[in-house]
């Protein structure tokens, strides 16, 4: 009996020991997965540009002078050689009354001394004399006439003016400003790029530009001229875009975010949540023989939430990218629809 209950309690101990060694088959992960295959991806050139009027011009006095009329709404749309305003013209009119009776005196006068040259009474100095002092009166009476032109201030172009900081009746000094007229019915839009990506771009390509005051508007437009100089300073293009507008709902002097799309290539992409990061290095998780496997790769850009594929993958392989937190290399995995208890007794039986 003595002999007997040693010999018992080692084979318990033995059988406990076996026990544990059988290890429970660990259940496979659930993930979701799509198919690696080709993308489209373009290189972009992003920058920021400063809104223009397609014409712009500050009309001013061009004299210091009385203010007899205003033309214009605040804000209002003007017509092509409409006029602005008017500067009191009263000293000038008499001033082209006067002008303009010294002419037709002085070419009264030269009729005479021609026929009396004709008849041999009259000297070719004195001829030469009184046509000088004729074409002299007639420029005098055309200096006037122009004075009063320029107190008539007119709109060189069609377009919306500003809003209105002078009134009828102000005397106002040679250069104050009147009005602004501008052409907005298209925006000029200028912005720089570096040199090294001056490649990227040409006259014709299609931009997208984006305003803060309209967030989810983006007008669309084109590239019209590239600066043939580079700035020395900043290494820098100076770059102008044209933007169709309508409905005037951009402004000169508006700040607007430039895309230009360049090349377009198509490459192998993946969602970014099928991309993991350690250090530099990135990887990806891919389906195989209802495994996990861990897959270095090379990435390029990011657009719309894919990331470019340089190399580590084929092409129709199944990436992970839902659960690629929980995963390690070679952990059991199974997809929506797949039942638990077959990936486990798959793992079971590879683990076997």
Known sequence: MRILLPSFLVTLTLAACGGGEEKKARPAALVDASQVGPRTFTDDVSAVGTALANEQVILSAPVTERITSLNFADGGYVAR???????????????????????????????RIQALKQRGFATTASLDQQVALASSAKANAELARASIGD????????????????????????????????????????????????????????????????????FAGTIATIDPVIDPATRAVRVRAILPNPDRALKPGMLLTVNVMARERRSLGVP?????????????????????????????????????????????????????????????????????????????????
């Open 81 to 111: 050689g409409q006029v602005i305003a008017t500067l009191a013209v009263g000293q000038e009119r008499a001033e082209l009354a006067a002008a303009q009776a010294q002419s037709r005196q002085a070419q009264q006068q030269l009729e």
């Open 151 to 218: 107190r008539v201030i007119r709109a060189p172009f069609a377009g919306w003016v500003s809003l209105r900081t002078v009134s009828p009746g102000a005397i106002i000094s040679a250069g104050t400003p009147i009005a602004t007229v501008s052409d907005i019915s298209r925006i000029k839009l200028d912005f720089t790029i570096p040199e090294t990506r001056l490649s990227l771009i040409r006259a014709g390509q299609p931009i997208k530009a984006v305003s803060a005051a309209w967030p989810d508007k983006p």
């Open 272 to 352: 970014e949540l099928a991309v993991i990061g350690d250090g530099e290095e990135r990887f990806v998780f891919i389906v195989q023989d209802g495994k996990a496997k861990r897959v270095k790769v090379a990435t390029g850009v990011r657009q719309n939430g894919l990331v470019e594929v340089l190399d580590g993958l084929k092409g129709g392989e199944r990436v992970v990218t839902e659960g690629v937190v929980k995963l390690t290399d070679g952990v059991p995995v199974r997809l929506p629809g797949e039942r638990p208890e077959a990936k486990s007794a798959q793992a079971a039986r590879a683990a076997g």
